[in-house]
C-alpha cells in the first residue's frame, strides 16, 4: 500500500498517479474542463445562520465550518482533503454539463413528475450525487457554471406533483438516501450568495419561492407517502431516518426532528409488524446493538458483549448499519443535539450526552463488534428471539472503508481513546482505503452511486481540521493484489505481521504451530463457471501444507502443498471454479499453515489472478497415488502444460534413486530388499518464471505383484455400492492385471497397474450419503433451476445458505436416464430469518417430466430452527421417478427458498439387465495366486 502525503500544490489537473493492476493508464478526472481552468472568482461566502427554531445552517451533514475548513486545504494542497477532491472531481457528477436526468426544457417542466417507482428514485439517488458534486465544486472554485448546475438539479425535483407520489416496493428503504443528499446540496446554496445575480440569464439566486418549492413538491411528500413510519426491518429503518432528520432540519420544525431523532436513538413508539426475528426488529441505535448480559441465559461466555443484531442477516446490511448509525449521529452532533443518556430522547438537561456518547458510545461498540467479524476474528452470538440463529457468513469479509468517519469522529469529536475502547475500529483505520481503490479487479472511485447503498462519501468534506496538521498519508491501491499488511488480520501465536528490511511486509506462519492462521478480507473472486485461479506470493525455507477454508474451524475448501522456495518469492495458486471448489467463503478466506518446521511468508493474495498468472498445469493434480513393485523399474510420464511453454521441473522430499527427465519422464527403481509394503511421498515441482505448481506423490511399493493389486482395491466396497458404468472398467482392469501377474515384463505390468489405478480413480457411489446416512445428491442429478453452488448450499447443514431468492414457484432435479430415486421421507430446512419463503412446499416425483405424482404427505411449514422431515404417501414409497420437483404450491411469500433438502431414499440404475452386469468378483478367494 503506497502513500501520499501532504501536496505543496493543488493541480486538479493532474490526476494522482496511480497504476492500475499495470495498466499504462492512470485514473483521471472526467470533468469537462479541469479544475484548475475554471474562470477564477471572488470566495464564495458562506452565511452562518441560526433559525427561529434553533437549527444552524448550512447544517445538514455539512457545517459552514467544514465548508471553510475543506475549501481552505483542499487549496493549499493539504491531505486528505487534496486527494478525495481530486477523486471526487474525476467523476462524471463534475462534468461542467452535468443535467439532472429528469432535466427539462425548464426548470418547473421536468421530463417526469410521479414518484412511483423503483426507477425513479434511481434516477433522483443519481441526480442528488450531482447535486452535491456541483455545489461542493462551487464552494471550492467560485465558478458560478456548478452553482447553476446545482440549482438545475434541485430546482427541477422541486417540480414533481405532490398528486403522483404513490408507495412502490421498498420506498421506505429507497428514498431516504436521494432527499438527504439533495438537502445537502441545497443547504449549500441557500447559505451562499452568488457574485451574480444571473449566468445568461439563469437566476442563481436561492429564494424563498425555491424553499417553499422543494418543501411542497418534494420533501413533505417524500415523508408522507415513503418515510411515515418508525416499524420498519433494522437498518431499513436508518435508510428513512436519515432523510428524515435532514428533512426537519432544512425546514426547521422542531416537533418533528424531535421525534425522528428519537426514532434512531431508541424508537420508544416501535410496534412489531414483520415475523422476523419475533417482531423485535426496530432500527434504533439501542434495538440494533445490544449489549447481551453475561446472565442471560442463552450467555455461555460468563461476560457482557455487544453484538449488532442484523449481523444475524448478513454482513451486508450490518456494514449498512455502522455506517447511518455514524453518520446519522453526525448529522445529529452538527445541531448541538444533547439526548437523554437512557431514552435518547433530545434534552437539555445536565446529563445529557452527545448522540456518540449515547448508550456508553454504543455505536462505536457496535462498529467495533462488526469490524471485529468482517476482520476474521470468531465472536459470541445469542439469538435474543429464543431460536437457533447465529452470526451470517454471508458477505464476511466484504468491507471497504475509504472514510473511517466511526474512526475520526470518536477519536476527534468525542475525544474518545479509539485505540484503547475500540481496537478492531482502530485497526481498520490504520488498513483504511484512500478515495480511489479495488473492489476485486475492479477500480473504484469512493464517489459512486452504490446501487442502493449509503456510503457517506460526503463525510471526506467534514474530516476533522486536526489531520491537517498531522502528515495524513493517503493510501494509494497500486494494483488489485491484496497486501496481508492492509487486507491480513492473524488469529494465532502461529502467525505474526513482519516487515523485511528492504520494505516488504508479510505475515509469516509457521506451520509447525497449530493456530499459524490468518485471515484475508475482501477476497473478490473471480468467474467461478470456468478456471478461476488465486495466487498467494509466498517464501518458505521448506515444504508445508496451506489450507484455504470459508471460516476458522471449516473444512478446507482447497489445499495447496508449497515448495521450498529456497527464500525466493514465488507465486503458488489454487482453482476455485465451482468444478474444484462448490462452497466458498463471500469475500473472507483464512489461510493455515501446517505439515512441517517451515516458514510459510504469505506477502499478498491475488484473489482474481486469471489475467495474471499463466501458471504450468500438471495433469495428474491435484495428487497423484500410485504403487510400484520392489526390484522392478518404475516409469511414468508427469504431464504438464504450460501457456508460456517455458517451465522447469524438479523433485522435492524425493527417495534417493528417483530421478525426474526434462520431459517429464519419472523413474525409479524401488530396492528389492523389503519384505513389506513401504509409501514414500514427495512433491512434484514445475515453476515458470514467477509462479509455482506442485504435485504430491505418494508411491507405494508393494513386496510383489500381488500385493500391488491389493494396495489399489483393499478399500473398495461391494460392487452393488457403484454405478454399473464406472465399475465395469475396474473389474476388465483387475482381470488384465490378474492375467499380467505372471510372465509379463515390468513396463508391461506398470501399465496395468496404471489402467487399474485410474479405473479404480473414477468409481462412483451408486448411493453417496451424507453424514446423517441420507442421500448426497448434490452431485448425481443436474438441474436447470439450481447451479452447483446452489445445490451443494442445500446439503452442507447450514440453515444461513440457500439456494437464492428464486421468484419461481418450483425447482427441477434430474436424476439422469439411467437412474431413478426412491424416497420414504424429505427433510425441508428454511433460510435462518426468513421461514416463510419456504412455506407450503412439497415434493413430486416424475419419469417424463409432465405427468407428476404428490409424494409428500403434507406441505411444509417453513421451519428455519429444525428440519422438518415430512413421510413419503405410502403409496409412493415404493415408486421409482428420475424427476424430482419441489414446489411450493401454498406460498405465503413471492419468493421461494430452501437452506436444505434431505432424500430419505436411494438412487437406484433404471434397468440393471439393460446395463453391463457387474459380475467381476473382488474377494481375495477369487484372485489368482501370486
Known amino acids: 500500500m503506497s502513500q501520499i502525503r501532504r501536496r505543496t500544490g493543488f493541480a486538479v489537473a493532474t490526476a494522482v498517479a496511480v497504476l492500475l493492476g499495470g495498466l499504462a493508464t492512470p485514473l483521471s478526472a472526467t470533468a469537462e474542463a479541469p479544475i484548475s481552468e475554471a474562470p477564477a472568482t471572488d470566495t464564495v461566502e458562506i452565511h452562518r445562520s441560526t433559525s427561529e427554531a434553533g437549527f444552524s445552517h448550512p447544517g445538514v451533514g455539512l457545517t459552514a465550518d467544514n465548508l471553510e475548513n475543506m475549501r481552505t486545504q483542499v487549496l493549499a494542497g493539504v491531505e486528505p482533503w487534496a486527494s478525495y477532491y481530486e477523486a471526487m472531481s474525476q467523476t462524471r457528477y463534475a462534468a461542467t454539463d452535468f443535467r439532472a436526468s429528469i432535466q427539462g426544457p425548464t426548470d418547473e417542466t421536468p421530463t417526469a413528475t410521479a414518484y412511483d417507482n423503483a426507477s425513479m428514485r434511481s434516477r433522483q439517488h443519481t441526480d442528488s450525487i450531482g447535486a452535491m458534486t456541483q455545489a461542493l465544486l462551487y464552494v471550492v472554485t467560485g465558478d458560478e457554471v456548478y452553482r447553476a448546475n446545482a440549482l438545475h438539479v434541485i430546482r427541477s425535483w422541486s417540480s414533481l406533483d405532490p398528486a403522483r407520489y404513490r408507495y412502490f416496493g421498498d420506498s421506505h428503504i429507497h428514498t431516504g438516501v436521494p432527499l438527504y443528499q439533495t438537502l445537502v446540496a441545497a443547504e449549500i446554496l441557500r447559505s451562499t450568495e452568488p457574485v451574480h445575480d444571473s449566468l ?91 449489549v447481551i448480559d453475561a446472565d442471560h441465559p442463552a450467555n455461555t461466555t460468563g461476560r457482557d458483549f455487544v453484538q449488532v443484531m442484523e449481523m444475524g442477516r448478513d454482513q451486508a446490511h450490518a456494514e449498512g448499519d455502522v455506517d447511518l448509525m455514524t453518520s446519522i449521529a453526525r448529522v445529529v452532533n452538527n445541531q448541538g443535539t444533547r439526548l437523554d443518556p437512557v431514552h435518547g430522547t433530545v434534552s437539555t438537561a445536565a446529563d445529557a450526552v452527545s448522540p456518540y456518547e449515547f448508550l456508553g458510545n454504543r455505536i462505536l461498540s457496535g462498529g467495533d463488534t462488526f469490524y471485529a467479524f468482517m476482520m476474521g476474528k470468531d465472536l459470541p452470538w445469542v439469538d435474543t428471539s429464543g431460536g437457533q440463529g447465529k452470526l451470517s457468513q454471508a458477505y464476511r469479509g466484504r468491507v471497504r472503508e475509504p472514510l473511517a468517519e466511526i474512526y475520526l469522529q ?26 480511489l481503490y479495488y473492489s476485486g479487479t475492479r477500480p473504484t472511485n469512493f464517489w459512486n452511486e452504490a446501487g442502493s447503498d449509503f456510503t457517506g462519501a460526503e463525510y471526506w468534506v467534514a474530516f476533522p481540521p486536526e489531520l491537517a496538521e498531522e502528515d495524513v498519508a493517503v493510501p494509494v491501491a497500486a494494483s488489485p493484489e491484496l497486501s496481508l499488511q492492509q487486507f491480513g488480520h492473524t488469529l494465532g501465536k502461529g502467525a505474526k505481521q513482519l516487515t523485511d528490511q528492504d520494505g516488504t511486509s ?65 507465486y503458488v495458486w489454487m482453482d476455485v471454479s465451482t468444478a474444484h471448489v462448490p462452497r466458498i467463503g463471500d469475500n473472507i478466506v483464512y489461510l493455515t499453515a501446517t505439515g512441517s518446521r517451515a516458514h510459510v511468508d504469505v506477502a499478498s493474495v491475488l484473489a482474481d ?46 527417495p534417493d534413486g528417483v530421478r525426474l527427465a526434462d520431459d517429464g519422464t519419472m523413474t525409479w527403481l524401488p530396492s528389492a530388499e523389503s519384505q513389506k509394503d513401504t509409501t514414500s511421498r514427495f512433491l512434484v515441482v514445475a515453476s515458470d518464471d514467477e509462479a509455482d505448481t506442485t504435485l504430491p506423490v505418494t508411491v507405494t511399493v508393494a513386496r510383489d505383484r500381488t500385493s500391488a493389486i491389493d494396495a489399489l482395491t483393499d478399500d473398495l466396497r461391494e460392487r452393488d455400492a457403484y454405478t454399473t458404468t464406472t465399475w465395469q472398467p475396474v473389474a476388465e482392469a483387475l482381470a488384465s492385471a490378474r492375467k499380467g501377474i505372471g510372465g509379463t515384463d515390468s513396463a508391461a505390468f506398470g501399465v496395468l497397474l496404471e489402467d487399474l489405478r485410474v479405473a479404480v480413480a473414477g468409481l462412483e457411489l451408486l448411493n453417496p450419503r451424507l453424514a446423517d446416512g441420507t442421500l448426497d445428491y448434490s452431485r448425481i442429478v443436474t438441474s436447470a433451476d439450481l447451479s452447483s453452488t446452489g445445490l451443494a448450499a442445500i446439503v452442507d447443514g447450514d440453515n444461513q445458505t440457500f439456494w437464492g431468492d428464486l421468484s419461481r414457484s418450483s425447482v427441477l432435479l434430474d436424476f439422469g436416464a439411467g437412474y431413478r430415486f426412491r424416497a420414504d421421507a424429505f427433510g425441508w430446512l428454511a433460510r435462518d430469518t426468513f421461514p416463510d419463503r419456504s412455506h407450503g412446499a412439497n415434493a413430486y416425483g416424475s419419469n417424463d417430466g409432465s405427468t407428476w405424482t404428490l409424494l409428500t404427505e403434507r406441505a411444509t411449514e417453513g421451519s428455519d430452527t429444525a428440519m422438518e422431515t415430512i413421510p413419503v404417501r405410502a403409496d409412493a414409497r415404493n415408486q421409482e421417478f428420475r424427476y424430482l420437483k419441489l414446489q411450493a404450491d401454498q406460498p405465503t411469500h413471492v419468493i421461494f427458498s430452501m437452506a436444505d433438502l434431505r432424500i430419505h ?16 468378483d473382488l474377494s481375495r478367494d477369487a484372485r489368482p495366486a501370486g
Open 905 to 920: 431414499g436411494e438412487r437406484r440404475e433404471a434397468d440393471p439387465d439393460g446395463l453391463v452386469a457387474k459380475t467381476q
Open 609 to 654: 489472478a486469471n489475467a495474471t498468472l499463466s501458471p504450468p498445469v500438471l495433469d495428474d493434480a491435484p495428487t497423484l497415488d500410485v504403487v510400484a513393485v520392489a526390484g522392478e523399474p518404475y516409469s511414468r510420464r508427469i504431464g504438464v502444460s504450460d501457456p508460456d511453454g517455458a517451465y522447469e521441473l524438479s523433485l522435492q522430499g524425493a
Open 200 to 290: 445568461d440569464g439563469y437566476d442563481l439566486r436561492w429564494t424563498e419561492r425555491d424553499t417553499q418549492r422543494i418543501t411542497d413538491n418534494l420533501i413533505d411528500p417524500v415523508l408522507d407517502t415513503f418515510l411515515f413510519s418508525q416499524n420498519r426491518l433494522w437498518n431499513q429503518h436508518l435508510y428513512g431516518v436519515i432523510g428524515m432528520v435532514a428533512a426537519a432540519i432544512f425546514t426547521d420544525d422542531a416537533d418533528l426532528y424531535a421525534e425522528r431523532v428519537e426514532w434512531f436513538t431508541v424508537n420508544s413508539t416501535y410496534t412489531p409488524q414483520i415475523p422476523i426475528n419475533g417482531g423485535d426488529v426496530s432500527g434504533s441505535v439501542a434495538d440494533l446493538v445490544r
Open 410 to 435: 470518536y477519536k476527534y469529536v468525542a475525544d474518545v481513546d479509539v485505540e484503547h475502547e475500540a481496537p478492531y475500529v482502530a485497526e481498520m483505520y490504520a488498513h483504511r482505503d484512500g478515495p
Open 506 to 570: 508479510f505475515t509469516r506462519l509457521k506451520a509447525h504451530k497449530p493456530d499459524a492462521t490468518v485471515a484475508v478480507r475482501r477476497t473478490v473472486w473471480p468467474d467461478r463457471s470456468r478456471t478461476a485461479l488465486v495466487g498467494l506470493r509466498i517464501r518458505t525455507d521448506g515444504t508445508a501444507t496451506v489450507h484455504a477454508a470459508r471460516t476458522l474451524d471449516a473444512d478446507p475448501f482447497a489445499t495447496i502443498e508449497v515448495p521450498d522456495t529456497h527464500g525466493a518469492w514465488r
